[in-house]
């Protein structure tokens, strides 16, 4: 199909006597032509089972207080507008705002065609600097937000035994009402043999936060055993230090100069607003092309 497309295109250009109008067509022809062939090379890199699948994207301030919690805000912004962009679906399972702004933590339900494959691009820490709207001296600081990214796994792919479940009740602490306060309806699920957590506390509904910290709480424990089998295959323990704590992935820098930079493939660009509206599709394809290279070529 596309093939036959690049093939029309071709043909119509080189066709005498083109006027302004059809070659206006042609630009914007090939322009969608382009965009088309990247999403397939993309899809193309994307052969693990887990990157077809819906995913959940978690986002949670480092240590700063209000400067990291307001960078956590921003960054679920830029991650809600690549969703959109995407003509994804999302549902905000669990997110809890911070008193003087942005958020303490945010679990979102991506839903979309490689979901996984593209987000996964995204785990690891996020590092700001810029001058603080927080600081009355206008003094630079730099803040930290770490961004996780798993799979939704189904509960006949995670086997988890009502025993090995702790679940607690209370009350939570968000916007949404005086019931939301009063009620001890926030849900708190920990599976004791790995001590995964999850939490929701989004919905009046304690029944509703139980099955959305549920989701989450699939997600995490298959990673959590996901990385436990990958620990023991050497080809796949180079790549850990891209998302343990403190290595971060990518660096913001609104000041003394503008520039972002993934530090795993050295793409970077001057463009700050744009990837803030979620225009991070260039971080993500080169990660995945670094990723299909070293599958194909281990050290």
């Known amino acids: 199909m596309l093939a036959k497309e690049a093939r029309d295109y071709q043909e119509l250009i080189a066709l005498p006597d083109l006027d302004q109008s059809a070659v206006r067509e042609i630009e914007e022809g090939t322009a969608v032509l382009e965009k088309k062939l990247r999403s397939f090379e993309l899809e193309y890199m994307l052969q693990s089972p887990e990157d077809k699948k819906d995913c959940i ?128 309806s926030a849900v708190r699920l920990i599976h004791i043999p790995s001590g995964v957590m999850a939490q929701c506390q989004n919905e009046r509904s304690q029944s509703i936060n139980k099955a959305y910290a549920m989701k989450i709480l699939y997600a995490r424990i298959y990673q959590y055993y996901k990385e436990k089998e990958d620990e023991k295959n050497k080809a796949l323990e180079d790549t850990k230090t891209d998302i343990a704590w403190g290595h971060q992935i990518r660096s913001y820098v609104f000041h003394p100069y503008k520039l972002v930079k993934d530090h795993r493939t050295g793409v970077e660009t001057g463009n700050i607003d744009k990837v803030m509206d979620g225009n991070i599709d260039d971080f993500i394809e080169a990660y995945l092309l670094l990723e299909t290279s070293r599958k194909k070529n281990p050290k």
Not at 85 to 100: T, V
Not at 119 to 128: F, I, Q, S, Y
């Open 57 to 184: 994207l978690t986002i949670h301030p480092g240590a700063g207080g209000v400067e990291s919690c307001d960078w956590s805000g921003m960054l679920m912004r830029m991650y809600m507008k690549w969703i959109e962009n995407r003509g994804f679906g999302y549902r905000i399972l669990d997110m809890e705002p911070a008193e003087e702004g942005g958020i303490k933590d945010a679990a979102i339900e991506v839903a979309g065609k490689y979901a996984y494959g593209y987000l996964k691009a995204e785990t690891g820490v996020h590092r700001l600097v810029r001058l603080s709207p927080f600081d009355a001296n206008n003094r630079r600081h730099t803040s930290f937000a770490s961004v996780f990214v798993y799979p939704e796994m189904e509960e006949i792919e995670v086997k988890i035994k009502p025993d090995d479940l702790k679940i607690e009740t209370f009350r939570a602490s968000g916007h949404g009402g005086q019931n939301v306060n009063k009620v001890a």
